[in-house]
């Protein structure tokens, strides 16, 4: 018998609405200035209030906390410093109780050169079994076609360590040694972590820097067919034991080369759609659809059982790995005015202070991730508009603490101020007592409000999370406009026209819709009836930064 998940559909991911947030930056529990588990447990009901239906939980394992826990110590326990292993499943079955689903971390590339395997490898015979579990040489020339990811931290792939007098290769920091999937060992003790979490009920695995688990001379050491067995294997491996569970592949990828990561439907059911993401921001600034358009026509199709996890921004940088030297250029320079806005090869920014608090610009582009093809992910405090810090360290700006109300440490924690794992954001715009989760409950007008209706009404209609995207091409470039369209058992169609503009000006737009004359669109949001399709162009004027949601009736279904 094969142990199920808590959702009943195994194509659950496809309808959800994703919710990344930290255990340490949401709610502290015990007023040691550190978000824990039962912190956020007593916030389960705020999420569930705004819609969410998997709350995505970034690493929480025991760790040295160098890449705020992406660096593991120990992948079967908790960090002492959010709680123990019963406050987990204590969360993650209140999560479940209320139909919600729970996504960790499989950060299975790199550990921590804290972890025990490291601290034996280190100490132990080249060749044996202790040592192989991690990638080492004796000349830093090998790999050499791999490029340095983290750039303004690492010069080179490869440590000397003076204990085992030898290079190991890390793709990140140098205190996160890669392990070897050459290895069987390695394959064995990560599923032994696998089945831990999977046993205790957890839903979802979001698999870290996917594309370099395997490398070899001679190659970028970038998504290898040996990875993909890799990934294959581990697939299968929770096919044979688990049911309705996800893999969620991060690969910071062009399109064609995260479409593999999905294989034959075999090994990955979503991956992040990153390049699509940096295209809806050039879009904006240029007011022009052709960045989405372009990078949309470059997607291949992906299997049926599979999803594109959509994302405007997250916990690191807005990165600009997958774009050319020019657009990285143009991006720089349209959202990153201050240098200190830069790190690696991107911008540590959040949404609103990108979008420069421009409610418009920031709703244009929710409506975006919620009606695209995939699931959209939300990052923790964009719901409610949160800044960010520039002057802390690395992509710590955005990772400050939850703004919940306007009491000390924005109601977060309770603990002296000087304690806080991270300063509250306080700037007169952003800061907690202008911008905060109480202040938006009681304002119907607040963004929150505006998140929490657009999510309802998302869920309302599946077309968006599981159905077809046609563009269509109107002469003015400054209006984005698509069908989504998904047919139903019964051989009905939904079908969701939705147009969007990039413009700071309002602007017209003639549509081609012959295909669908005689249909009836309605304004999703306000259930407005609008004029009825014919074979003439349809016209319609959007003000500044609008978008429209119609759904195309059928003749005769809207009431008279
Ligand atoms: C990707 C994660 O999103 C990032 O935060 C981390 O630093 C690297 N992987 C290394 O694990
Ligand atoms: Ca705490």
């Not at 209030?49 to 992948?75: E, M, Q």
Request: hydrophobic share 40%; aromatic share 12%; proline share 7%.
């Amino acid at each position: 018998m094969k142990k199920l998940a808590s959702a009943t559909d195994p194509l659950w991911y496809k309808d959800a609405i994703i919710y990344e947030l930290h255990v340490r930056a949401f709610a502290d529990s015990n007023g040691d200035g550190i978000g824990d588990f039962p912190g956020l447990l007593s916030r389960l009901d705020y999420l569930q209030d705004l819609g969410v239906t998997c709350i995505w939980l970034l690493p929480f394992f025991p760790s040295p906390l160098r890449d705020d826990g992406y660096d593991i110590a120990n992948y079967v326990d908790v960090n002492p410093s959010y709680g123990t292993l019963s406050d987990f499943k204590a969360f993650q079955d209140a999560a479940h109780g209320r139909g919600m689903q729970v996504m960790i971390e499989l950060v299975i590339n790199h550990t921590s050169d804290q972890h025990p395997w490291f601290k034996a490898a280190r100490l132990a015979p080249p060749g044996s079994a202790a040592r192989e579990m991690y990638v080492w040489s004796s000349t830093n020339k090998l790999f050499e076609g791999a490029r340095v990811i983290f750039t303004d931290s690492e010069k080179s792939n490869w440590t000397w360590d003076v204990t085992a007098k030898a290079y190991y290769w890390h793709r990140f920091f140098s205190h996160q040694p890669d392990l070897n999937f050459d290895n069987p060992q390695v394959m064995e003790e990560v599923l032994k972590a696998i089945r831990f979490w999977l046993d205790m009920g957890v839903d979802a695995l979001r698999m870290d820097a996917i594309p370099y688990l395997v490398e070899r001379d001679g190659t970028s050491c970038e998504n290898l067919p040996e990875t993909h067995l890799v990934v294959k294997k581990i697939r299968a491996a929770i096919d044979a034991e688990y049911g309705n569970r996800l893999i969620l592949a991060e690969a910071n990828e062009a399109p064609a080369d995260v479409r593999p990561y999905f294989g034959d439907g075999d090994e990955c059911q979503m991956a992040f759609h990153f390049p699509l993401m940096p295209r809806i921001y050039m879009a904006l600034r240029q007011e022009d659809r052709q960045p989405i358009t372009d990078i949309m026509a470059q997607t291949p199709a992906i299997p049926d059982n599979c999803q594109w996890g959509l994302f405007l921004r997250n916990h690191d940088e807005l990165t600009l790995e997958m774009v050319t030297d020019d657009e990285r250029d143009y991006m720089y320079f349209a959202y990153s005015a201050d240098p200190r806005m830069r790190v690696n090869a991107g911008i540590r920014r959040r949404l609103a202070p990108l979008l420069d608090n421009n409610r418009r610009r920031i709703e244009l582009l929710n409506s975006l991730l919620l009606s695209f093809p995939g699931t959209p992910i939300l990052y923790y405090g964009d719901e409610i508009g949160m800044g960010d810090n520039i002057y802390l360290g690395d992509r710590n700006g955005v990772r400050t603490p939850m703004q919940w109300n306007s009491d000390r440490n924005a109601g977060f924690s309770k603990c002296d101020p000087a304690r806080l794992y991270l300063p509250i954001v306080m700037d007169p715009i952003y800061g907690y007592q202008a911008v905060n989760v109480e202040a938006q409950l009681s304002d119907q007008s607040s963004l929150l409000h505006w998140m929490r209706n657009m999510i309802a009404l998302r869920k309302l209609f599946q077309v968006f999370g599981r159905g077809t995207l046609h563009f269509l091409s109107p002469a003015n470039r400054k209006i984005l406009a698509y069908l989504r369209d998904l047919e139903r058992g019964d051989g009905t169609h939904e079908t969701v026209l939705c147009v969007a503009n990039l413009s700071r000006f309002a602007q017209p737009v003639s549509l081609d819709l012959a295909g669908q004359n005689g249909a009836e669109p309605v304004e999703m949001l306000g259930y407005v009836p609008f004029p009825a399709i014919t074979e003439a162009p349809y016209v319609l004027s959007l003000a500044p930064y609008s978008f429209l949601w119609l759904e195309l009736q059928s003749p005769g279904v809207r009431p008279k």
